[in-house]
């Protein structure tokens, strides 16, 4: 990645490279996620002042796609830049991404400025709605908007309903902003089980009914963190039913084994996180969701030399809540697991029970 940045014309690290060249497929400059991943994680040996200035520099290339507008408007005006609701999630968790890269190199101006940037996805919050709305540049909300649709409403390859939950870098807020923790709960829990008519679909490739669970599109990436995010509600044992859910019926091992395009292998991999029991939601973070595990047993060979063996206790098809977690004897508290807490080895148990806690 950061070859393509030292050889790119524009000064940029890759957006989507493909056979060593850039198509420029899709939004975001997610490079600066994985770079920052990499290092919250301590993976790789890398100049790491040296990526953090070419994160920098791809996100002020401003002929690029909206960025021009977003730092100037705060947000992508919709009909300045089109599918600019998700532009603008996408941009300010990258933002977020190089926040958390300057942060660990003791760059507080850069760490402050991305912070802000961060921010920018309340820029596209209509409180009167609750939804996330596409924003014109006299700073008014587009007056024709349908939240169940996504051609001309702001998003891309999804709609207000499924791409408006994209704020991984700061969950506790866009719960604050939806209302609070019960209602954003709901809110869940009706994005799974409404009903999309086949005309928000019909027009989309990319969308089919093979991967819909109501109005939750598991067949393409950008709603794979939403299961994993009642975690940060009062209701944590939803996240552990819908992701052996999702696991039971949009997999399988046969030619229709994936719900939708794996995308460089991401609808594998949400697979298999979610079958050891835990998943990256935010990636630029160490920490992992926990969810529900499907395996029994698993051994993970670490790359220090180490071994990682997750069980799952009195597992089984009916036993899909976690009633206890613990790793190397200590219970774990939270909803969440530390990947150096995981590189230290030693051994992941679930305890299963038919029943939730709470």
């Not at 912070?115 to 409180?127: I, K, L, P």
């Not at 791409?163 to 609070?180: A, C, R, S, T, W």
């Not at 949400?270 to 990256?280: H, T």
Request: net charge negative; glycine share 8%.
């Amino acid at each position: 990645m950061l070859a393509h940045h030292n050889q790119s014309v524009h000064n940029m690290l890759p957006i989507w490279s493909h056979y060593a060249n850039e198509n420029w497929c899709m939004i975001g400059y997610h490079a600066t996620s994985v770079i920052a991943d990499a290092m919250a994680k301590g993976v790789g040996d890398f100049d790491k002042e040296h990526a953090l200035q070419a994160s920098i520099n791809t996100s002020n290339v401003d002929y690029f796609d909206g960025i021009g507008l977003y730092k100037e408007f705060g947000y992508i005006p919709e009909d300045k830049n089109g599918s600019s609701v998700s532009k603008t999630l996408e941009y300010a968790y990258d933002d977020w991404c190089i926040a958390q890269m300057a942060k660990q190199l003791g760059h507080t101006t850069a760490e402050k400025e991305y912070m802000n940037r961060s921010t920018y996805y309340e820029n596209v919050f209509d409180a009167t709605i609750g939804f996330m709305r596409p924003k014109l540049s006299d700073g008014n909300f587009k007056k024709e908007f349908d939240p169940l649709d996504t051609h001309g409403q702001g998003f891309i390859e999804g709609n207000a309903w499924n791409y408006g939950f994209y704020v991984p870098q700061n969950i506790d807020h866009l719960i604050e902003l939806m209302g609070g923790k019960d209602r954003f709960s709901r809110h869940l829990d009706s994005l799974f089980t409404m009903k999309l008519e086949d005309k928000y679909i019909e027009k989309n490739e990319d969308i089919t009914r093979d991967g819909l669970i109501g109005n939750y599109v598991h067949g393409n990436e950008p709603s794979h963190h939403v299961p994993y995010m009642y975690n940060w509600t009062n209701d944590a044992y939803k996240t552990q039913a819908r992701v052996r859910m999702i696991m039971s019926t949009m997999y399988g091992p046969t030619v229709e084994g994936l719900c939708g395009n794996d995308d460089a292998g991401q609808m594998s991999a949400w697979y298999i996180f979610s079958s050891l029991g835990f998943y990256p939601v935010t990636p630029g973070s160490s920490d992992y969701a926990l969810g529900s595990p499907l395996i029994k047993e698993a051994k993970i060979h670490l790359d220090n030399g180490k071994t990682l063996t997750i069980t799952a206790k009195n597992q089984s098809e009916k036993n899909v809540y976690v009633k206890r977690v613990t790793i190397y004897g200590k219970t774990l508290e939270s909803t969440s697991i530390s990947h150096h807490d995981i590189m230290k080895g030693g051994e992941l148990i679930f305890e299963m029970s038919s029943s939730h806690n709470n």
